[in-house]
């Protein structure tokens, strides 16, 4: 069973907006690390943005700081993404994950072993 669903995905032109959303059942990861990751067609999986353990640090990726920004609500066990100024470049599979046990800020943002991963929700940006 997945324990984490995202939402929110879709198409839009460029320089719109889209939020993200992953919720958590089954599970309280308030305590893990939780991350944004992307996948566009023929390209690795890229980091998009990471959240340390109860909303502590947060880490992004050059291609998307000062345009995306990752956030927790842990008593709605959720992540959110809120993506900015939307490039046809920000076109993938976005897939929420989180990691198994608590770790340090730079564990979350560098390190960090994902091993909860959701289906994946696409985001199309057209120019």
């Known amino acids: 069973q997945v324990p984490l669903v995202e939402s929110g995905g879709g198409s839009v032109q460029t320089g719109g907006s889209l939020r993200l959303s992953c919720a958590a059942s089954?599970?309280?990861?308030?305590?893990?690390?939780m991350a944004w990751f992307r996948q566009a067609p023929g390209k690795e999986r890229e980091r998009v943005a990471t959240?340390?353990?109860?909303?502590?640090?947060?880490y992004y990726s050059d291609s998307v700081k000062g345009r995306f920004t990752i956030s927790r609500d842990n008593a709605k066990n959720t992540v959110y993404l809120e993506m900015n100024s939307l490039k046809p470049e920000d076109t993938a599979m976005y897939y929420c994950a989180a990691t198994p046990t608590v770790g340090s800020s730079t564990y979350c943002a560098y390190t960090g072993t994902y091993t909860y991963w959701g289906q994946g929700t696409q985001v199309t940006v057209s120019s």
């Open positions: 959240i340390a353990t109860y909303g502590g640090s947060t």
């Open positions: 089954g599970y309280t990861f308030s305590r893990n690390c």
